[in-house]
């Protein structure tokens, strides 16, 4: 005992020294940026452009509704009068019902191409009467474009257009090829436009040095610990599936029923499923999220991050305790339909449930298969699983993602740079296999209650924020075309 007590004493101070070191090492992973290149905005008149691009109700086709086409063709029709250049110089393709391609050559074709994505259509706006400023009206007023789209994501391809316009004006000519590719159905799939793309891209036998898309945004105050303002750069997003629980009977009058109905046994099994959750994990694009901004942090929480081999069962814990963080460290299910009996006095002759499962990269629709069946435990339950699997975690040891860093620092100098996993889908999980470079990221500031707008009421975007992302995105491309 007494050897013991003398050994514990070495073994706490040796644990310390290895805690300390590691934290000393666990230093900033931003990069130094000379400062962007003077590029010329009209911001009033870009502000004027996409206000006009909100004025039309592009809202994608769905599950019994139709997509407006005149409204889709009436926003390419401005979009050819507002950007003449773009459409004068640049190779256009339509891609399905309402998607464009673009293709601007550049004076290397041996290079490997860049993409920059958005998407056209957009969301319904519920209860209309209730905005401050209609949701399709295109209003400009104090300060912000007001309407449905600013930030999700007719901003994002306004500020595309807007840099390449500018581009063309300067006579700029890009070493390597630039794609542009604009979807009009990625708020119900992207099937019929950001998947055509890249199927038409694949069989042309294309390889694409990177990729962004709509993403995270500079997040104001959205990461715990970090004052300065975090540019959320998404390097891989969670896969979605419909996961169908079905139990069948005979039925019969509720009058006289069994004792357990087939309600009574697709309950229990949820009940299960609740109860023994998917096992957190920190890894992917949240474990890389804290790598960077973890050395931007006091040197408790830096000791934390720095020693996840220690601390990981913690993080996990603590961010097990929101449904926002604990979404990026497990793959989750939520029940969202229920059926039964047609009638309350009648038994069901059969009993279903519905899960909405997001998938953590690493995952796959198998594993959440069999970790149904393992938790439900039931004969009398049938399971299905269908739906698309979670994207790879995109590499950070890329020039794509350097020039990506780069260009936001450049642009945006008091901003930290940092990858995460974006938990909704994007249109993006479709060229995963045209690149090992496919990034999200939106580069305008959002602090939480700009986050309740997208696809909430009052949607809009500052004046200054789309001059800004025009010249980030002006600034990327020369960045990584030259």
Known sequence: MKRVLLVLPTLVLLLAGVLVVRTLRFTSRQVSAEPAEPFPVDAAAAAGRLAEALRHRTIAASDGMRADDAAFQALHAGLVTGFPRVHAQLEHEAVGAHAHLYT??????????????GHLDVVPAEAEATWSHPPFGGVVADGYIHGRGTLDDKGSVLAILEAVEGLLAQDYRPRRTVLLAFGADEEVGGHDGAALVAQRLRERG???????????????????????????VGVAEKGSARVELKVRSAGGHASMPPRQTAANVLARALVRLEESPFEPELRGGTRALFEYVGPEMGFGMRLLFANTWLFAPLI????????????????????????????????????????????????????????????????????????????PVS???????????????QEFPDVLVAPFLTVAATDARYFHSLSESVYRFVPVRMNREDLTRMHGRDERLSVDEHAAAI???????RNTTR
Do not use: C
């Not at 962004?212 to 303002?229: C, F, H, R």
């Open 395 to 409: 590499s950070l040891d890329t020039e794509g993602w350097r020039q990506l860093q780069r260009s936001i620092r």
């Open 316 to 391: 996990e814990r603590r961010m097990a305790g929101a449904p926002s963080t604990d979404a990026s460290i497990r793959t989750t299910t939520a029940a969202t339909m229920l059926e039964g009996s047609p009638k309350p006095n009648v038994l069901p002759a059969q009993a279903r449930a519905v899960l909405n499962v997001r998938l953590l990269p690493g995952d796959s629709l198998e594993d959440v298969r069999t970790h149904v069946r393992k938790v439900v435990d039931d004969t009398r339950v049938e399971v299905a699983a269908e739906g698309d699997e979670a994207s």
């Open 104 to 117: 601007w050559k550049g004076t290397e074709p041996g290079l490997r191409p860049v993409l920059l994505m």
């Open 206 to 232: 294309v390889r694409l040095e990177a990729v962004l898309d709509e993403g995270g945004p500079i997040g104001v105050g959205l990461v715990p610990g970090v004052t300065a303002p975090v540019a959320l």
């Open 471 to 477: 010249r980030f995105y002006a600034q990327y491309l």
